[in-house]
């Protein structure tokens, strides 16, 4: 394959070299084609999935860049058959066409396709015989030697055609180390075997298989003796290169060091140094290209190891002579994108690169400019009329365009001024004057965002889907910025739920959560269509909806009360997500319309089974939001509910429900109280939180009934978890006020809390320590110190006064019992 790239400096001597070089491969072009399209015929009679087939690239200047190399790009392939078909293939029918070719300029010059056939089997006499033959020189004759020479020399396996074999090779068992003898004859014959196979089939077609056979022994020595000085030429070159710091040694430590990267290796700082400094090795174009490859690996792995280099990364992709290594470069910063620290750099970079002539160049750094869109926004603006005018060239590169545009133009949208006619508002302009929606968001977005807002709208009905997606995306991110499109975005996205492909519903539910999260009210749910997504085959549809769902109920829970059945189908989803996503949006539902939500319960309890924990918690969590709202309903489960306490320790949520109904109902709820004090010594945070607050609520009308688990509860006094000690200061608070026995034992732990961070903590604390200093005033004459630490606290001042006031009149207290004594 012919590779391509640009040559460094602009004297008349470079542009004479690269010159001369273009018009070698223009001249070679027959041949490139038919080896590219053999490539491609192979793979689609062996049922190989073609990704692309590239059969020229013309250079930006014909004196300073070199024709871009053709190729073919394939699934990968598993056979070693379907390996070596498709590497063979351009060797087969390029022989062939070539011995057509040259047969063909046989007949032009000659006039016969078999001249007479002299006596002997030499090839003196063949030349003697043709010599004498008449020569008709003519332009067709030219044209099918030039055929059959270019066929023949561009027919012979690449570079890339050889690693392959060798690669496949390497995993048979009986040809180990194949890749590394192709290689080696890559480097140091191909050249010649090329040759020898172009001038062996100019014989053949030119002279026949006679003259070939004919080569007498002592010529063939002679022919071959003449070769092998220059073979063992290069082989000795190529063995000084493999010496340490030369070419190939270097080479071999970049290749190393690539595959090491490719597998998750981590590079030292010393070899990360030697990587990254071959990349301006102006000399050698493959060390540059392995040192390109090794960098890609590292960014697409661990892209932190690059921090150091980013500065010397955007040098290289500034000043890369070739285009296709300087689009590896910004292939590497784009997988490290959001770890550079000059974004200003990295998108001025990638701007020149997105507005180039060549694709390759384009499609990778369209990533790294979609990651800095946003933060240099006015940049990006500045470049539009350039970005806009790329728009329809690049099919593959038109979804990243859309994108970054629609960054850029959304950054600043909320703070123009809203349309003369509302949008989605409440009074509907007259329908004969009504704005369309693409008109609405047009008047909103900043100044030249105008046809970005257009050409997003015309790719809504693309024949692509990959186009519809994004501009589904780059009209979504104009509605989430927190502006007047938001209504208008939102009809549109709600439209495209009806597309035909699967991924652009998906990207439409995901922009119409992100558009609901940003401006609420601004989406109108399609009952009947987001029932069908519930019901999708496709996971991400499901999920898609549920999001957009609980995002719409936190502010509108009327419009989701309709779906509430379809949902609670979801809490059957073989996905442990989708379940507990579903038994989040009843969560939500069930806060403001619990009657909509308790029809379903009974699915809510078969969820508390399930396997999945966060799933198990949200199916609580709507439950105890049902007790909350509507005890009556919850009253009658409550032993149900309370085995399934006992069995699972780690859904805290389980004792919410107990507790929110000891509110109405303590003495109904007062038998809870033995199942949940497992749940405070539970290792889950949300266990020991809500076990807590039961007992918190039921202090102060059931003490007898907390006593059992006081010790616990002291215990958790000193939990790490502040709600945790929180819920327990008051718990005995509670019981400081009608059992201070209960709690007096606790008194060193709350004294302790009284200094506590949250506030809170310290006034529940501060509550108990008043309540016990009036029941054993004397307990806390040794104390004094802290009940004063009180007074220096604002909000506990009035309870320190009340306590060292409570010590001082017990101590009098005594004083006077003694002295009547």
């Not at 056979?79 to 046989?106: D, E, K, N, Q, Y």
């Not at 710091?245 to 970049?254: A, E, G, I, K």
């Not at 396997?611 to 909350?628: F, K, T």
């Not at 009180?790 to 006031?805: Q, S």
Request: net charge negative.
């Amino acid at each position: 394959m012919l590779r391509g790239g640009t040559v460094p400096g602009r004297s008349a001597a470079a542009r004479v070299g690269v010159t001369l070089s273009n018009l070698y491969r223009v001249l070679l072009y027959p041949g490139v084609v038919t080896h590219e399209l053999s490539h491609a015929a192979v793979c689609r009679l062996l049922g190989i999935e073609l990704q692309e087939v590239v059969l020229f690239q013309w250079p930006g200047s014909f004196t300073r860049d070199i024709v871009g190399r053709a190729y073919v790009s394939h699934e990968d392939v598993d056979s070693t058959f379907a390996v070596f078909g498709v590497a063979v293939a351009p060797l087969v029918l390029s022989t062939v066409g070539s011995l057509g070719g040259f047969l063909l300029a046989r007949l032009l010059l000659f006039g016969a396709l078999q001249p007479s056939n002299p006596s002997g089997l030499t090839l003196d006499r063949y030349v003697e015989a043709l010599s004498g033959a008449p020569l008709q020189v003519s332009l067709p004759a030219m044209a099918a030697l030039w055929l059959g020479a270019s066929l023949a020399f561009t027919g012979f396996p690449s570079k890339t055609d050889l690693a392959n074999v060798g690669r496949r090779l390497d995993r048979l068992a009986t040809i180990r180390g194949s890749s590394k003898g192709l290689d080696y004859l890559l480097r140091h014959g191909r050249a010649e075997l090329a040759t020898f196979h172009t001038l062996g089939l100019g014989v053949v077609g030119l002279f026949g298989v006679g003259a070939l056979l004919s080569v007498a022994l002592d010529d063939l020595v002679f022919l071959l003796l003449l070769g092998a000085p220059v073979l063992l030429g290069e082989v000795a070159m190529g063995e000084v290169d493999r010496l340490p710091d030369r070419s190939v040694d270097q080479y071999n430590r970049l290749r190393r060091l690539s595959r090491d990267a490719y597998d998750g290796k981590t590079l030292s700082d010393e070899e990360l140094a030697a990587v990254v400094g071959s990349l301006n090795d102006d000399d050698d174009r493959p060390i540059r290209e392995l040192a390109v490859h090794c960098v890609y690996h590292v960014a697409d792995g661990q892209p932190e190891l690059l921090d150091d280099w980013h500065n010397e990364l955007l040098t290289g992709a500034e000043t890369e002579p070739s285009y296709r290594l300087r689009a590896a470069v910004l292939g590497a910063l784009g997988e490290a994108a959001d770890r550079v620290d000059d974004t200003e750099r990295l998108a001025a970079t990638s701007l020149s690169a997105v507005t180039s002539d060549h694709e390759d160049l384009v499609l990778q750094a369209l990533p790294a400019l979609m990651s800095v869109a946003d933060d240099e926004h006015a940049l990006v603006r500045e470049r539009g009329t350039d970005l806009l005018g790329t728009l329809g060239r690049w099919d593959m590169a038109d979804a990243g365009f859309l994108v970054v545009l629609s960054k850029a133009y959304a950054a600043n949208t909320a703070s123009r001024p809203s349309p003369s006619n509302p949008v989605g508002g409440d009074d509907e302009p007259d329908a004969a004057h009504a704005p369309t929606d693409k008109e609405l968001v047009s008047r909103v977005v900043p100044p030249g965002g105008e046809p970005v807002v257009s050409a997003a709208f015309d790719r809504l009905d693309h024949t692509e889907w990959h186009l519809r997606s994004a501009a589904v995306e780059a009209l979504g991110r104009l509605g989430e910025s927190e502006s007047p499109t938001a209504g208008a975005v939102a009809r549109t996205l709600v439209r495209q739920l009806d597309d035909e492909e699967w991924r652009v519903v998906d990207e439409a539910l995901n922009r119409l959560q992100k558009v609901e999260a940003a401006e609420p009210g601004a989406t109108t749910l399609p009952t009947e269509r987001v029932a069908e997504l519930l019901d999708s085959d496709h996971e991400l549809l499901r999920l898609g909806a549920l999001h957009w769902l609980r995002t719409v109920a936190e502010t509108d829970v009327d419009a989701v009360v309709p779906l509430v059945d379809a949902i609670c189908v979801r809490l059957n989803d073989p996905e442990p997500g989708f379940r507990n996503k579903a038994a989040l949006v009843l969560a939500t539902v069930a806060d403001e319309q619990p009657d909509a939500v308790l029809p379903v319960r009974e699915a809510l309890y078969d969820t508390l089974t399930d396997e999945n924990r966060r799933a198990r918690a949200h199916a609580a969590l709507v439950l105890a939001r049902l007790a909350e709202h509507s005890p009556a309903a919850l009253l009658p489960e409550l032993e149900r509910l309370l085995q399934f306490a006992a069995d699972d320790l780690s859904n805290g949520n389980l004792a919410l429900v107990p507790a929110h109904l000891a509110d109405e109902y303590p003495e109904t709820v007062a038998d809870s109280a033995a199942v949940l004090r497992p749940h405070l010594d539970s290792s889950t945070d949300a266990t020991r939180v809500n076990a807590t607050l039961l007992f918190s609520r039921l202090a102060e009308t059931q003490p007898s009934v907390v006593q059992p688990s006081v010790p616990a509860i002291k215990r958790c006094l000193d939990d790490d978890n502040p709600k945790v000690r929180e819920n327990a200061a008051e718990t005995f608070d509670a019981l400081a006020t009608v059992r201070p026995d209960l709690a007096v034992d606790a008194h060193g732990e709350l004294l302790a809390l009284v200094s506590a961070d949250t506030t809170a903590i310290r006034e529940a604390a501060a509550g108990t320590v008043v309540s016990l200093a009036g029941s054993y005033p004397l307990l806390f004459e040794a104390h004094v110190g802290t009940l004063v630490s009180m007074l220096d606290d604002e909000r506990l001042r009035n309870e320190g006064l009340v306590a060292i006031k409570a010590v001082h009149h017990g101590r009098l207290a005594q004083s006077s019992a003694l002295t009547s004594e």
